[in-house]
């Protein structure tokens, strides 16, 4: 009787931890977090929040979804929508490739030239890393919209012409490094820990930000970053450009004269002010990169060249650093990229889909116990899938070659794999063996993907 009574409070105890634990990662998104519950000594000890926080993510996206339609809007695509999180996984796969190198300078600044000793332990130190971090995001945001060769890096954020929260997840894999010189001034006072959890934290608050289901927070509107303040910098809209470059707290845009509120004088358009249309997450990261060196090379003079580079993407020879006010386009309207697929397609993406995603989190939960040139493999699996699904959203004309290789690659590879589970193995090698046969028939013409069109 004794262990029965023992056992069920076991239970009740496990239970109230799992809903505590979930409770604390849902509460993460808000940056609602128990400082004595998030110190570290070492940047080592860091939990990746990011990570940790995509089924909240999915969860959170879910509800926007039914909250929109509810509203008579239309919701999140799932060609855009699955692309915002095709970004979000490939910079996840090139932290796992860096193993958190882009930190080591860092580090190495704290180790060797800091100025104080703040306790880690303390919550002085908390609070110091929270607003310093967010100080300095600002300055690295601003300079991703100020300077052409980080606009190239970040212009990846800005793709979707859709904003939702999605586009939260919407990352650049490089901008990492790219942005990373912009905080190591904190590596002076902040422990190499506090600085790690709270970079995290800022771009887990500004997920939920992203999306038109929410109208205002009020008086905190004053404060903080809302979806309000970000809808506006997402615009391509002349009055929308270069403001609102805050992470948590917008009170550095109204400090350094960069904030704009909301208006309902016009209707905001999101995206690039040349949009690219695609759903292939590579070409996306990389495309703008080549205008970047297109517009170095047309370039006269050296100084023309390195203002190129550095000075706005909107720059011109004779026109001031982040260009004439008076001839940058105003994006007034603009019909959607998008492309209509049959019913039976988007299952089959979607099943693809989920199967590369349990691959990322399999990878993410086992890649420090594994080789580097097994990490690599994954990583291009992972990342090659992906592509190949978006060009599978655009139907694009390489995709179904592009599929063929693919599913008989990974019909190979899991059969030539020992596999824990050897019925899963063979399920999973049918699967990409009927796959890649039948796109084999879509490339002979016997079977086609009609209805299609490249508007909304």
């Known amino acids: 009787m004794a262990d029965a009574v023992f056992a069920n409070a076991t239970s009740e105890d496990g239970f109230s931890d799992m809903v505590g634990d979930h409770l604390k990662g849902i509460g993460r998104l808000f940056y609602l977090h128990s400082p004595k519950d998030t110190m570290f000594e070492r940047k080592e000890d860091v939990p990746n929040f990011f990570r940790q926080s995509f089924p909240y993510f999915f969860l959170f996206m879910i509800m926007e979804h039914i909250v929109l339609r509810m509203k008579g809007k239309p919701g999140i695509r799932l060609n855009d929508g699955l692309t915002s999180i095709s970004h979000g996984i490939f910079q ?5 490739l860096w193993r958190g190198a882009e930190s080591y300078l860092y580090t190495w600044i704290y180790v060797n030239f800091r100025l104080v000793d703040l306790p880690w332990d303390q919550t002085f130190t908390w609070y110091a890393a929270a607003l310093g971090v967010d100080f300095c995001y600002y300055w690295m945001h601003r300079a991703c919209h100020e300077v052409h060769i980080l606009w190239a890096q970040h212009q990846v954020h800005h793709t979707s012409e859709d904003f939702n929260m999605g586009v939260g997840i919407r990352q650049s894999v490089l901008q990492g490094w790219c942005g990373f010189a912009f905080y190591l001034p904190l590596a002076l006072v902040i422990p190499p820990a506090q600085f790690v959890m709270h970079h995290q934290f800022s771009y887990l608050y500004m997920f939920w930000i992203h ?19 970000h809808r506006v910098h997402h615009g391509s809209n002349k009055y929308c450009l270069d403001v609102n470059y805050g992470g948590v707290l917008i009170i550095w845009d109204r400090l350094f004269g960069t904030f704009k509120p909301e208006t309902d004088k016009f209707e905001i358009v999101y995206g690039l002010i040349y949009n690219q249309p695609s759903f292939n997450p590579l070409y996306l990261q990389a495309f703008y990169n080549n205008y970047v060196i297109e517009k170095f090379n047309k370039m006269n003079t050296f100084g023309d060249k390195v203002r190129a580079i550095v000075w706005g993407p909107s720059w011109e020879p004779g026109t001031p650093r982040l260009g004439d006010e008076d001839i940058k386009i105003d994006v007034e309207n603009r019909d959607k990229f998008d492309v209509k697929l049959p019913l039976w397609c988007n299952v089959y993406l979607v099943a693809h889909y989920t199967i590369v995603l349990y691959g990322f ?3 993410a939960s086992k890649y420090m116990g594994m080789t580097p040139i097994s990490v690599l493999i994954f990583v291009f699996y992972i990342i090659a899938s992906l592509t190949i699904i978006g060009m599978l959203f655009d139907n694009s004309k390489y995709a179904a070659l592009s599929e063929v290789v693919r599913c008989s690659a990974l019909a190979f590879f899991t059969r030539s794999v020992a596999v824990s589970s050897p019925a899963l193995a063979t399920g999973l090698q049918v699967f990409y063996v009927a796959s890649a046969m039948f796109w084999c028939l879509n490339i002979l013409k016997f079977l086609e993907i009609k209805k299609t069109r490249k508007v909304e």
């Not at 996840?92 to 796992?96: A, K, T, V």
């Open 361 to 363: 989190f399999e990878l």
């Open 211 to 229: 999306t038109e289901a929410i109208k205002s927070l009020g008086p905190l509107e004053y404060i903080l970053n809302s979806p309000s303040h």
């Open 92 to 96: 996840e796969c090139g932290r796992i």
